[in-house]
């Protein structure tokens, strides 16, 4: 006891970090995202992840499915046929490159799937194909670069893959950033992290019990333009739909000292982001009513997404048939779209509660008008 | 047919201003309907055989079937309005935002706003931007009169719609919001007017057509009719500089042969000249170089819905002031009353 206390007094300049403990059930989740994220399923080839997620509802649902596109439903029956059809989703693809040219060499052209920024692709190691067969992005190193090619966005197009003497890659090939999956005490780091974070919070949700017929959904190719939830709100026919998905977290501050970031987004550790407004949906005002209250009520923290741009399956699922009240919830995320995404654990546990809690409290008066 | 006769009221000796005034003064910005929902639904009330809102907040009034030559006739006028949403309140209280629909910057500076509480704000602008060029939105911000965010009557994803008082020029109409409470106006004036039709007439006022025409979207499909008109407004060609284009105001009802979302059934272009020529209304024909209209989504639901727009000229539309002539509206009415009191036959 004496020695340690001795060790503590010499380091008082850092403060020890507390990390609580994961719960068994929250340890299980953080396993499976890990599982998730490390999973190869660009948008169109989602395979691989379907498999894992299929396998992970296997004893939480009543009814498993899969659709012609390939969107996974897990259904949990109400007890009463009566009960409203409340669907929720995550969506199962993730950002990524094909590949489009046999290159000589080794070397392929490729192109990305979803919205990638061309800035950060020089040198990032890639995973290609089924078989995550090592690649690289090719660039001219520093010490061939000219000054005024230093301050040029290289474009996709005169980019290559680098696989070595791999022979075995072939046009069509899916391909991902090369990240694996770490633990940062607070956060987790990986990539896909949108939206395998909602994926392992959809598959949290459905160890609950709830008083509506819950449809749980994990669409494909949300990425290229929610095209699985289009149809998977077609199927479903819900009276309400809450979409999860992962919402940039762009709180780093201001590079201009004069103005404060008010193009945050979303703020990492806040707490699980309700929409109201984006560009393809405006959120049933009764829906985020429902969780904000039921967060304050239950003491879960939670904030309000920035109105703006950007998107969620919501948006094709809201106008399917006869029209579906709808709102999105995102779990916080910094540098989505890239090798190596970061969100909190809070944050990741707190939207399953969220949600858990807002289907658990859920009554007709929800969407009274 | 068993129709009740009732005499119509000539169109010149019924006075829309005060309803029409009652409209466009409204709040009600695309995806935030409720409010002027209540607004046309007291408006209507015992006029429709029933009444219903759809899960969207598409408010439904249905006229039964009069006659089994009857079709299904939906006419579709939006009840939401461009506006703009607070995305950030700064540590000063001045908030951020973001347009709901099509906002211009140029025309938002100096303007007024107004909240669902009845907040008002003055849209105010960066005056050490780049002073060469346009303001963009991000150059723009609100003044709610607030001191600090803690104080601010406003918090983030709230809406608001421009706020400007209706005037009266002569013939003209000036206001914010004519696009599209003006043909709101139209529609309940014609459910008022409608005593004998030998179809069932759904008029939907829709939700949320300024961001993607998403209310006409579900209703259409909730609704499945047979022929669909969307009542709009439209810009005019007879400004200085104005857009090449026919439209007039003053020049009557305009009849949509096309525009960028949509080609009008030329079936129903016919049809609606033909009823205009019949009951003496003057009418222009309409070729909208952009913007579209319910009409747009409304035609491509399920397997296709034939689809014409009835629009009302328009100047400055998307501007806190825009102009319609009430020769114009009249027009409208009388021609919409017309083609619905008789067979529509395709």
Known sequence: ???????????????????????????????????????????????????????????????????????????????????????????????????????????????????????????????????????????????????????????????????????????????????????????????????????????????????????????????????????????????????????????????????????????????????SFDRGTVSDKRLIKHLASTAESKRISYQHRQPGGGGTDAGAIHLTRGGVPSVSVSVPGRYLHSPAALVSKDDFYNTAKLVRAALENWSPKVLKR | MKLNHVSRIPYHEVNMKPLIKKLVESYGPSGHEEQIREIIRSEIKGLADYVTIDPLGNLIAVYKKKAKSGKKVMLAAHMDEIGLIVSHIDSKGFASFVPVGGVRPLTCIGGRVRFANDVVGVIGVHERRDSNGVPTLDDLFIDTGAASPDTSPIKVGDAAGFFRPLEEIGDRLVAKSMDDRISCAVMIEVMRQLKRTPHEVQFVFTVQEEIGTRGATTSAFGLDPEVAFSIDVTATGDTPKGPRMEVALGNG???????????????????????????????????????STDARA?????????????????????????????????????????????????
């Open chain 2, 298 to 346: 409304i035609q491509v639901v399920r397997a296709g819905v034939p689809s014409g727009c009835v629009s009302i000229p328009c100047r400055y539309v998307h501007s806190p002031s825009e102009m319609v002539d009430m020769r114009d509206v009249n027009a409208a009415v009388s021609l919409l009353v017309q083609t619905l009191e008789k067979p529509i036959d395709l």
């Open chain 1, 1 to 275: 006891m004496a020695k340690k206390n001795k060790t503590k007094a010499k380091k008082k300049t850092i403060r020890p970090i507390k990390v609580t403990p994961p719960t068994a059930a929250q340890a299980d989740s953080l396993a499976l995202l890990k599982q998730l994220s490390e999973a190869v399923a660009v948008s169109g080839d989602e395979g691989a992840v379907r498999k894992i997620i299929r396998e992970a509802v296997t004893h939480l649902a009543d009814e498993i499915s899969v659709d012609a596109m390939g969107n996974l439903f897990a259904i949990k029956h109400a007890a009463s046929p009566r009960a409203p059809r409340v669907l929720v989703t995550a969506h199962i693809d993730e950002i990524g490159f094909m590949i489009v040219g046999e290159g000589k060499d080794g070397l392929y052209s490729f192109e990305a799937v979803g919205g990638i920024d061309d800035r950060i692709l020089l040198g990032k190691p890639l995973w290609v194909g089924a078989d995550k067969i090592n690649g690289v992005i090719g660039f001219k190193p520093i010490h061939l670069v000219k000054p005024n090619e230093r301050s040029t966005v290289v474009k996709i197009d005169a980019l290559k893959v680098d696989v070595g003497a791999n022979r075995s890659v072939k046009a069509g090939d899916r391909a991902t950033f090369a990240t694996p999956f770490v633990d940062l005490g607070f956060t987790v780091r990986g990539k896909a992290l949108d939206d395998r974070a909602g994926c392992a919070v959809l598959v949290e949700i459905l160890r609950g019990k709830y008083p509506v017929e819950l449809i749980a959904a994990f669409t494909v190719q949300e990425e290229v333009g929610l095209r699985g939830a289009k149809v998977a709100g077609y199927t479903a026919e819900p009276d309400a739909a809450i979409v999860i998905d992962c919402t940039p977290a762009n709180d780093l501050p201001s590079q201009d000292d004069e103005v404060e970031n008010s193009h945050y987004n979303t703020k990492l550790g806040h707490g699980p982001a309700i929409y």
């Open chain 2, 253 to 291: 009802a305009a009849i949509k042969v096309r525009d960028s979302g949509m080609i009008s059934d030329p079936r129903l272009v016919t049809l609606l000249e033909q009823r205009a020529s019949e009951a003496k209304v003057k009418s222009q024909r309409e070729v909208l170089p952009g913007g």
